[in-house]
Each structure stands twice: as C-alpha cells, then as structure tokens.
C-alpha cells in the first residue's frame, strides 16, 4: 500500500523551541487518519509543513508523493485544506469565497457545492463579516469538499459546528472515504475520531507517541474489569498486569493489562465468579493517559514562535 | 432600576480607557508631535519668507484676494502668525480630525468587528463604557495638542494668545471629529466603512467651509476676508473663524461645544439600538457566486482594493480639478510665493513651475496609495487569509506579482486621473485644452519611478520582515515626503539628506525639458526599485509565512 503522507524524522524550530521533533507520520492512500493530540503539540505545524507553508528544519516530508514546498504549486492542484482558524476576507461574501479558493485550486464542481451548500444550511450571500465562527468553518469545508481532490487536510475542522452540522460533516467524509480519497483528520472530538478514523496517531510534544488502528491502540492499554465473587479473591495483586485494585459495593474492580488478561480470568474463576463485566478503555482513557501521564514541557510552542517573532 | 441601568451602562469606562491608553502608547503622541512638528514647520516657513512688514502685507492681500486662493485659506489680517494659519490650518485641522476619528473607531467599532468587544464585553463593561473610553482617550489627545501647538509657534516668536488660539482652533476640529467617528462606528459593522464614512463628512467639512471663504468678499483693510454663509456650517470654517492672531473669536467654541454634544446624544442613542457586532445600517446581501473575474490572484486583490481605489481616484480628481481651476490665478503670482514655486519647479516660467510642483505632490500622495494597498495586501499573511489561498493552487511568486501589478496599474491610473482632470481644468480657464493635456500627462509618468522604489521598499520589507513591514513602508513613505524639498527646503538640514528620498531626484519636468541625463536617472530609480523588489521576492519566496498561531 502506498503513502498518500510521509514524514520522517520532521523537526521544526521556532527559536529554541522544538516544536516537531522527530515526528514520524504515515498516512496510507485511501483512508481516514486522526491526527490527536493536546493544544501545542504540533498538529497544524505539520500540517503547514505538509503544505509548505512553513519550512521544515530537518527530516523528510512527501505529500502524495511530491516534495511539499518545491512542488507546492503543482501538488495543490491534488489536495484541499481547511485551516484551524478560518480567516476569510469581511467584505466577500461566503459564495465568493467558496468560488475563489475552489477555482484557484483548479475548479470545483458545481453539482457538488450546490449539495454541500444544501447540506450546510449556508446561506452563500452573506458577507463573511457577517458569519458566525461555524458558518465560517462551514465555507472553508464547501470550499474544500466541492473539489474532487486526492487528499484532504481537515485541521480541527468541525470546532464551532453544531451536533447536525457534525452529523453531515461524518457523512460526507464517509463518502468520500468511499471514493477511495484520503484523509487527515486533526481533532479533539473523540466520538468523531471513533466514528471516522481507520488508524490514529497521537503526537505530544512534537513526536508520534502512539499510531495504529484503535484496536492497536485498545491492545495497548489496560481494561478494567469488575467482578463479584462468592468468597474474597486471593493472590490478585501478585499476578502480573495488574494494577489498581480496589474494593467496590459487591466485589472488586481492577485494571488488567491487555495480554494478562486471559491468566487473570483463569485465576478468578477459582473463586466462584457470580459476575463479571469487562470495559476496553475508552478513546478519552487512552487520550488522557497519553496526555496527563507525561506532562507536556515548556510553552506551547505556537505562541513562542509568534511572541519570538514579535508578533502584536 | 432605572437608575441602577444608567449606572451600570458605563461600568468598567475606567480599566477600558486604560487599555485604550496602554493600546495606544505608540501612535496617539506620534501624532501628536508630528502635528506640533509640522506647524513649528510651516511657522518657520512663513518667518523666512516674509522678512518684513511690506512682504506680510503684501502676500496676506493676495490670499485674500484671490479667489481661488481662498479655498484653501482664511485671510485674516497682517500677521506672520496669520499668514501661517491661512497656508497650514486646514492641513494641521484635516489631520486633527483624521487623528481623532481613526482612534474612536480603532477602540470601538475596530474592536467589535476583531471580536476583543466580546470578550470583554462579558465582564462587567457597561453598553457606552467602550466609546466612552475613546472618546475620553481621543478628547484628551487633543487637549494635549492645544500647548504643543501652541508652542510651536511661540518658539518661531509669534504672540502667546494667538498661539493658543491657533491650538484650540485646530483641537477644536479634532474634538468634533471624535464625535463624528462616534456616530459613524455606530452605523456600519465595518471598520473600514465607518471610517470612510467619518472621512466623508470631514471632506464635506473642508469643501464647505472653502466654499464659503471663497464665496466671501474682502474688507476695507484687503487682507481680511468675510466668509459667505457655507464658511458658518462647517466645523473647519468655526475653526478659521476663530480668527487666530486676529481678535481670536472665542464665542465661536460655543458652536462647537453644542455640536460635539449634539453627536455624542445621537450616538449615544445609535449605541443602545443596535446589537454587539452588527451596525445600525443594514448589511448588504451579496451574490451567491463569484464573478468570472474574482477567483484569480489578480482579480481578488483587484476586488479588495477597489473601493480604496475609488476613494482616491474621486479625492485626486476632485483635486486636480481644483489645481487647474486655479491656474490662471498662479499665471499672476509674484513674490515669495511666486519665489517658492520658482525655486520648487526649477524656472522662473510661473505656470510651468507651478504645473511641476503640483505633479510632484501628486506623485506623493499616489505614492501613499501604493503603500497603503501593498501593506494591507501583506496583512492578509499575519491576518490570515494567504494561509487559504497559498494552500491553492496559486504559487507565492504569482501571488506577489498579481499584489504588485494591482498596486502600479492603480498608481498608474491614479496619476492619469489627476492628469486628465487637471488638464480639463486647466484648459477651461487658460484655453488649450489639448495641449495642457499633451503636457500634464506623460509629465504626470514621471513621477512613476520615484513610487517604484517605494513600493520596492515595501516589498523588500514584507519579504524580510513580514511582523515589522507595515512599520518599515510607512516610515519610509514618511522620510521619503518630509525629506523632499518641498518640505525639507524649509527644513536646516545638510545638502545630502534630501537626496535620500527618490522624490528628489526625480526630473522638474514639464519646467525642465527631458534630456538625456534625466532619463539616465529615471532608469537608475527603476533599477533600484527592481533590485529591491526582487530582493523581497525572493526572500518572501524562502521563507516561513507568518501566519497566525
């Protein structure tokens, strides 16, 4: 299978701050890829390092597999982009705008801005002044999904969307998914991320820290499991993989790792098992020990860069 | 409960007039000493062109009897100081007010449109704390420009009490034109229009009262003129009624005083009728769809600088008019005005010198529209909007040239504009109108390679230092106009330090024929311009955007 995104080794500095820093990302032709992790940890700097926007200081980077900044021209044609924060001009209006970034990037087509339109609930003849932040999010995605492109990069893009709004942002990445088209998916909304996601990648502090299916991700962690028994259970706390444990109303619970799991329940059988309910850790467990567990250091490097910068 | 309400609406004026300050620690005393600067100036000007009594009398009668002359000036008496105010004070009263109306409209509507009204709005702010607190930070700068004014003259010798007349007479303007932005924040959701809207009515205020002056008739004295009925309407005429150095008409603040508080009720009730974020005008519809000619890098700077150039296109044409109207009456000129034309245009030819020197000012002020639309198309990368269309199909080369072609098509139209309109005019009074036009025209080209370089400095600028490029352009606009002798002839400074601006190397023409070392001079000024173009360029080509975080 090929990469329609590879990065290896990628560091970008922003003065002394390191804010890539050896990240690795592959993102492999055809699917849907979550791209997670806390504010500052250099999600939409890779992604402006992927559209060459920024430079990158060291390591490689390929785009469909095109160089990023010397091919930039050339690889936009191929691949559409809602940035974080959507900046438009106050005195276009949303169709304008919708017109200008789609034709600029090659064309869009017609039929499909029309339904996304429709689908949006965007009134096109606002001017953008006019626009709330999530009908602004909502132009930068007609923008982008009305262009049939190889690859779309959506940087937090359903921030600011109501609940119906998130549903048919879902379906139309689902759609496109079905054409075969690639996705890159910076997000905190997990239930999103479950929903949509084929593989995940969670950076911290401008390196990969985890990346596979949620399966992988679930295999990696621990389940917490708890059990009623007709007599105390003995020997738990010796067996390895097990952490936690603690007494509830009517029994126990504990966290297992994930390969203990079966010697555990071999175990507990022993003491007469009257009930027992096994959770896999939930997409919010797993963040939250990737993102709690090490405390991220330093300043969020964003803000550095621009406060180095000067910035007002 | 009612009480309780009037209360509560200015809560929290005191920590948003702080933060007005604090936001405006930079620009409110740079204006403020560049106003001061200026008429300490053109005082210094008119002290040593008029050495003696005879040379006073002798220009206050031709500004008073001239007509045309009295459009921009109000004769009023023989006086050094009075010659000053009837050359600077509608400069020094536009500024004022100019100073005024942006700072109101930078602490009010500026802040709703970014959203930062929101945010504090939140806290405990009252409905008028914010305008409130501009209006108290734009009224106290120009109570702060009344002394420094004031000095500037006293330092060139004029009296204490005219002095200080002068100083109320143009802060005065100043005051009323806050509470104009006042209003004008009030009604569009827009910065950019609430500002042209406040610029209009200043524009109006300035005509009319020129209006008046000229519509006026002389008395017995012949250095005095009596402004006709339209001089009474317009803040700038009460300001030049005022009558500095010349009986210092004092009642004439009650005017203004009733006014400035006639605005502030208007807008206070504009305030309270209107939701946070939307204007009391109502916002326009749009198409749903872009025109064939927006998406493209050219036609989209094109769509966003247009009204910019509008604005200027109606505001030179309406001068050149003006300027060519008067060129009969420049034909008659003598003395040290007619000395400073001679000197400025290069011959002793009158209309020549004249038509020369008005070109070069021409040349300046499409110079400030070069660098206000190539700066404002560079906000777009600290702003934002590059981000989206950078991320397009569109390389950042392409991007730069579609920014600087739309910036020197619109010069080049610009200076036409005024060439045209002056020539009309000119041709109306003088006769000719074909030749005036033959003449003005390619002389008003001339001063392109002298813009070129400015906008080679800003583009050199934003392609190093895309934070500071804004700051480094206008600056350097700044120097490049003082630093011309038009105006640094009346500055001590040494011989070199006006060939710093590319103003002055540029040809004196149509005074001076075009030769062949004129037209070495106009390619070296293009050169420099290329190289500091391409320097930026390729620089802005390498580097990282700065976009926001």
Known sequence: MTAAISTSALVKRFGTVRALDDLDLTVREGEVHGFLGPNGAGKTTTIRILLGLLLRDGGEATVLGQDPRRDAVTLHRRLAYVPGDVNLWPNLTGGEVIDVLGRLRGGLNPARRRALLERFQLDPTKKCRAYSKGNRQKVALVAAFASEVELYLLDEPTSGLDPLMETAFQEVVQEIRAQGRTVLLSSHILAEVEALCDRVTIIRAGRAAETGTLAELRHLTRTTVKVQTAGPIGGLNDLPGVHDVRPERSGLRFDVDADALNRVLQHLVQFDVSALTCTPPSLEELFRRHYTDHPSPGPDPAETASSLAGAR | ?549
């Open chain 2, 1 to 549: 409960m009612n009480r309780n309400l009037t209360g509560n609406a200015f809560a929290g004026t005191g920590i948003l007039t702080r933060l007005a300050l604090r936001r405006d620690r930079i620009s409110l005393p740079a204006w403020i000493l560049t106003l001061a600067a200026l008429l300490a100036g053109f005082t210094a000007m008119a002290v040593s062109a008029l050495p003696t009594d005879q040379d006073v009398i002798q220009e206050t009668e031709l500004m008073a009897g001239n007509p045309a002359l009295r459009l921009l000036g109000l004769a009023s008496g023989a006086s050094v100081g009075g010659y000053t105010m009837i050359r600077s004070y509608l400069t020094l009263a536009v500024l004022a007010a100019l100073m005024s109306l942006l700072a109101v409209t930078r602490h009010t509507r500026q802040n709703e449109e970014s959203g930062r009204t929101e945010l504090v709005g939140a806290a405990v702010v009252g409905r008028y704390a914010d305008l409130t607190a501009a209006l108290l930070v734009t009224v106290g700068a120009n109570l702060a420009l009344v002394p420094l004014l004031a000095l500037a003259m006293m330092v060139n010798g004029q009296p204490v009490a005219g002095s200080v007349t002068a100083g109320v007479s143009i802060a005065a303007v100043g005051i009323v034109f806050a509470a104009v932005a006042a209003i004008t924040a009030q009604l569009s959701a827009s910065t950019r229009t609430a500002n042209a809207l406040a610029g209009s009515a200043l524009g109006c205020a300035g005509l009319i009262g020129g209006v008046g002056n000229m519509l006026g008739r002389v008395d017995g004295s012949r250095m005095r003129v009596l402004s006709a009925w339209p001089a009474w309407l317009s803040p700038i005429g009460w300001g030049q009624q005022l009558r500095a150095f010349d009986g210092d008409n004092w009642w004439l603040l009650v005017p203004f005083a009733t006014l400035f508080a006639i605005l502030l009720v208007i807008a206070g009730r504009l305030a309270t009728r209107r939701d946070l974020g939307r204007g009391v005008l109502p916002e326009h519809r749009g198409r749903a769809q872009a025109a064939p000619g927006l998406p493209s890098p050219f036609g989209l700077i094109w769509r966003l600088q247009r009204p910019t150039f509008l604005g200027w296109a109606v505001g030179l044409s309406a001068v050149g008019l003006l300027f060519g109207a008067i060129s009969q009456e420049m034909t008659h000129l003598d003395g040290a005005a007619a000395g400073w034309y001679t000197r400025m245009g290069g011959t002793d030819r009158i209309a020549d010198a004249y038509r020369t020197s008005i070109l070069e000012m021409a040349g300046m002020a499409t110079a400030v529209y070069v660098v206000q639309v190539l700066v404002r198309c560079a906000a777009q990368e600290t702003e934002g909007p590059l981000e989206s269309v950078l991320s397009t199909a569109v390389g950042r080369f392409a991007w730069m040239v579609a920014d600087l072609g739309n910036a020197l098509l619109g010069a080049a139209g610009l200076l036409l504009i005024f060439a045209v309109s002056m020539g009309l005019a000119a041709g109306a009074v003088l006769g000719d109108t074909t030749g005036q036009l033959r003449v003005l025209l390619p002389a008003s080209l001339v001063q392109g390679p002298g813009i070129l370089v400015l906008a080679g400095v800003v583009i050199a600028a934003t392609g190093l230092r895309p934070r500071w490029g804004a700051a480094l352009s206008w600056s350097a606009l700044t120097l490049s106009i003082l630093l011309d002798p038009l105006f640094a002839g009346a500055l001590d400074v040494p011989g070199w330090v006006p060939d710093l601006s590319p103003f002055t190397h540029l040809p004196k023409v149509p005074a001076v024929p075009v030769s062949s070392g004129v037209l070495v001079t106009l390619a070296a000024l293009v050169v420099l311009a290329v190289a500091l173009s391409t320097a930026g360029l390729y620089c802005f080509q390498r580097r990282n955007l700065a976009l926001p975080a």
